[in-house]
């Protein structure tokens, strides 16, 4: 049984810094494409980083440069640096695993074509 359990939500100011981590568990971790999305109040869920089984890395525009996605194999688990946060940046952050089986393990293609496993959720809260 797959398990996706994200961690390290919480308040900060703009400017700040948060590191999310996923604990991952049930499947072979480290040949899966996997991703942060986040969704915040009112809006759509949207991919924000993704990286793929050989490491190779994808961000949303509007994070790319401050937020960085990376994976230790060896803890199954997957992390999300996140600097210069903005009060745009507060949503719920969720953790997404797939096999992605005959398509690219990209944020644009995350989106398009949907994560088989998911995790709760983390809450980050951006305050101005």
């Known amino acids: 049984q797959v398990q996706l359990v994200e961690s390290g939500g919480g308040s900060v100011q703009a400017g700040g810094s948060l590191r999310l981590s996923c604990a991952a568990s049930g499947y072979t971790y480290s040949s899966y494409c996997m991703g942060w999305f986040r969704q915040a109040p009112g809006k759509e869920r949207e991919g924000v980083a993704a990286i793929d089984s050989d490491g190779s890395t994808s961000y949303a525009d509007s994070v790319k440069g401050r937020f960085t996605i990376s994976k230790d194999n060896a803890k199954n688990t997957l992390y999300l640096q996140m600097n210069s946060l903005q009060p745009g940046d507060t949503a719920m952050y969720y953790c997404?695993?797939?096999?992605?089986?005959?398509?690219?393990?990209?944020?644009?293609?995350?989106?398009?074509?949907?994560?088989?496993?998911w995790g709760k959720g983390t809450l980050v809260t951006i305050s101005p």
């Open positions: 997404a695993a797939d096999p992605a089986l005959r398509r690219f393990c990209t944020v644009v293609a995350n989106n398009y074509y949907g994560m088989e496993h």
